[in-house]
């Protein structure tokens, strides 16, 4: 960087619909910039009035991330540290409902001093605050900050007002990336920046003006095209860049950075002498990516399999695993609650290797159990998550041990054979938001098991985010039947992991490995359960 060592900060923001992929263009920037050695970190701000998204149904917002000190995020967060192997935190995910809660919480104690409180300047403040308490720590060269939602939303707005003031502020150490939609009119077979144009004039009309603009677009966008947009949008017309469909999300770093995103970032933000990119391994994971040969087919055991970002983490977990392996993997969603007895062979023979992912409740639990007896019996290499693991637990004990009635207690708090149970902490809370075991804990692996062969050590560090937990009391009998509690958590010995002996590979976590899988180091536990299901095949 030049003499100026301050913090920049980059807002990326969208226009004319919602899932264009802010996600990807931040973590993509990021990625670039930390490429040429910058130090980065990257944040989202989340418009909704929820803490976080914990308490939210999948079908709702999807897959719910969590970082290492325990707060559960939103999935974006999952994108930025596969794209950028950054440990995210608390800090780098904020919602209106943190934002009021903080305001509130100031105004009882009596901080405003008698003043009325106000969406500005105390809610912008403290969105502001939020914004530069990353920044002020001296760590970083840039602070990204992707804000949620769509330019037009109500909710948005005091999010786009902090942005505004923090621009006019800090002057060229802040920059606005607006991404918008450009749609493609089959009928009249043209491109329309129609819409692109309406959302700039929504973003101006709130006081921001855009530095670049990305175009999210289903095909190309050409390049007099762009500089229309340029002209109409008060945009420099190398500041117009075009994001279209790829067929990995893992292309658009490569595809933004030829046409020189990142050189305008840097260029705007007036940072100089700054190293070229090193996109080598990037690039090699990519090469493996479209090299690969042969698939490796995994069986998603789930109740929310129909929703395209319920298993995000895994998903990607499993294609990094197997890119690695120079296979390509093809995942068949499996909807437990419509698995049997008599169905049960035909969903699952040509799998060659099956998951069982975590949620809670009853509901589709039966079908999990359907599933791992037939995976057990049939010796399919098997990778429980959670409440995977757990129900790993609950149909050994049923028919293996014989305990037929066996359960854990979320699903039936009167089971005589509670071999799940609550954790003796959760026994006395009664609030559902932010409450269970999350973040990262200590697991201590059991010396030859499966699990630490698969890790290379015996010491992990891993992500949990449940309630309940294998019932200590029974683990003698699960033992001298041959599943092994080969994890644990070295302070409090709550078991995180179990493993069948006698089989290729059926093991069970605690805790969701998928959070800690990038692209660059893809997780051991995928890695070794990929191994297996190709030799499988």
């Avoid at 707005?157 to 621009?167: C, D, G, S, T, Y």
């Avoid at 302070?491 to 490995?513: F, M």
Wanted: net charge negative.
């Amino acid at each position: 960087m030049d003499n100026d060592k301050q913090t920049r900060y980059i807002f990326v923001t969208g226009g004319v619909v919602s899932s264009l992929g802010k996600g990807i263009i931040s973590s993509s920037i990021a990625m670039l910039l930390l490429s040429r050695g910058f130090k980065v970190t990257i944040q989202k701000f989340d418009p909704y009035i929820n803490i976080d998204p914990g308490t939210l149904n999948p079908y709702e917002h999807g897959e719910c991330y969590v970082t290492v000190d325990g707060h559960e995020a939103d999935l974006d967060l999952g994108h930025y540290e596969r794209f950028t192997d950054i440990k995210t935190t608390r800090a780098n995910n904020v919602t209106t409902g943190r934002i009021y809660q903080s305001v509130i919480d100031k105004e009882r104690r009596g901080d405003y001093l008698g003043k009325t409180v106000q969406i500005i300047p105390h809610i912008t403040d403290e969105i502001k605050r939020n914004v530069m308490r990353l920044g002020s720590t001296g760590d970083y060269d840039f602070v990204i900050t992707e804000i949620g939602g769509t330019v037009g939303d109500i909710e948005s707005l005091p999010f786009l007002e902090a942005v505004r003031q923090i621009k006019w502020e800090l002057g060229y150490r802040c920059m606005c990336v607006h991404l918008t939609y450009v749609p493609y009119i089959r009928a009249a077979a043209e491109l329309k920046t129609k819409p692109t144009q309406h959302s700039v004039k929504q973003l101006q009309q709130v006081g921001i003006q855009p530095d670049a603009l990305v175009l999210r677009a289903e095909r190309e966008v050409p390049l007099p095209m762009r500089r229309k947009v340029a002209q109409f949008c008060n945009v420099d017309a190398d500041a117009v860049f075009q994001s279209i469909d790829a067929p990995t999300i893992y292309q658009v770093p490569l595809m933004v950075h030829e046409q020189g995103l990142d050189n305008i970032i840097l260029a705007k933000t007036r940072v100089t002498g700054a190293a070229e990119p090193d996109l080598t391994r990037w690039n090699e994971f990519l090469v493996k990516l479209s090299e690969a040969q042969g698939e490796v087919r995994i069986g998603l055991v789930g109740k929310y399999v129909e929703l395209q970002d319920a298993y995000k983490s895994i998903d990607e977990s499993l294609m990094q695993a197997c890119t690695y392996q120079g296979r390509k993997v093809k995942i068949t969603y499996i909807n437990s609650e419509r698995l049997n007895d008599s169905n049960v062979a035909s969903m699952l023979e040509e799998q060659d290797g099956v998951v069982v992912a975590p949620g809670f409740g009853p509901r589709g639990i039966e079908g999990k159990f359907i599933a791992l007896r037939y995976c057990r019996e049939h010796d399919v290499p098997t990778l429980g998550i959670c409440l995977g693991m757990q129900c790993m637990v609950i149909e050994f004990a049923r028919n293996v041990l014989g305990m037929a009635d066996a359960n854990s207690v979320e699903m039936d708090p009167k089971t005589p054979h509670n071999v799940i149970d609550l954790m003796e902490e959760q026994k006395s809370i009664t609030n559902m938001g932010g409450t269970m075991r999350l973040g990262a804990y200590a697991c201590r692996l059991k010396e030859g098991s499966r699990v630490a062969q698969a890790y290379g050590r015996l010491e992990v560090e891993e992500r949990h985010r449940h309630r309940f937990e294998f019932n200590d009391a029974y683990r003698a009998r699960f033992e001298q039947a041959g599943m092994h509690c080969v994890g644990e958590n070295p302070q409090t010995h709550l078991v995180e992991a179990i493993e069948l002996e006698g089989k290729r590979w059926y093991v069970g976590v605690q805790y969701h490995p998928e959070y800690s899988s990038t692209v660059l180091h893809p997780h051991p536990l995928f890695m070794d359960f990929i191994k297996q299901c190709i030799n499988n095949k």
